[in-house]
């Protein structure tokens, strides 16, 4: 800009920081959005300006443009930035708007542009890549809160409880928010991934209050013991095994659902207080419940 002799060079580089994101589609639809806002509140700041009688430009101008783009903005907030045209022109001078406005509207246009290209050759990470990555790391968390969940309701405590928690719910919510900038068919397969990670995170959380509740569910015969345990095991090897690309899961899910039928039917026969009767079957129910998340999980990422 300053090499062409153009003015509002700090309009451009603002311009150029504010529209980089995390992401290259992010980085795009942010440049775009920015851009038709300009020309947006540009419109809106001239129209204010000339609608009003001679002498009456700053203040009334000033208050219409501000009330008439963030009106829109309200509709639209994608565009709010268009506030910020609307209000420079509305406190300038009548004589110069259109001027003012075309090169407010260059400035922001280039230096998108120029925030966008620097964006996808200096590190071009799309949104999908981001949604990919978080949501692996959400699984792993996932796999580890259920470990530890079995664990509690067996009588032993895992000290990776909280940091799991935190893992999990950081990229749960960073692998949503990347992938609402997915605008292809592959945006509705991954949000459907999240929607199934919460359901096995969720899953987790029953065997959780399991645990809470007793350190007990386990006890029983040693055969009952083995097989709580190996679902245990199992079931946090197909969660990380989904994160780490392994999708061929189907063959030791089945397994996995053959010693939860075992399990089911030693609880059934158990002659256990009705108390603890209870929690067991609230741990087979829990545990039925991770496995359909996974096989729901399993089926997704083969579709891919």
Known sequence: MQALGLPEKFVGVLSAVLVVQPSVGNTIGEAMNRFIATIVGSLVGIAC??????????????????LVMNAVAGIYPEWRYGVVAAVALSLGAE??????????????????????????????????????????????????????????????????????????HSNIESARLAAEAIKLKDGDLLRDQI???????????????????????GDGSESYRDKVERIRVECREVANGLADGEHEQKERLDSIAESLELVRSAVCESTADPEQHVLKNALVFGLSEVIDSLKQLVDSFQEV
């Open 95 to 168: 004589n110069d708007a259109f001027q003012s406005a075309q090169e407010r509207a260059v400035a922001i246009g280039g230096g998108a542009l120029i925030g966008a290209l620097a964006s996808v050759t200096v590190w071009p990470d799309s949104a999908t890549k981001r949604t990919r990555r978080h949501l692996a790391e959400a699984l792993r968390a996932a796999a580890v809160r259920l470990d530890e969940a079995v664990g509690a309701a067996q009588g032993s405590e895992d000290p990776r409880k909280h940091e799991a928690q935190r893992k999990y």
């Open 195 to 217: 929607k199934m990670t919460e359901q096995l995170y969720n899953s987790a959380l029953i065997l959780n209050r399991v645990g809470e509740e007793t350190d007990q569910a």
């Open 49 to 66: 300006l000339y609608l009003l009688p001679v002498g009456y430009g700053t203040a009334i101008a000033l208050a219409l443009s501000m």
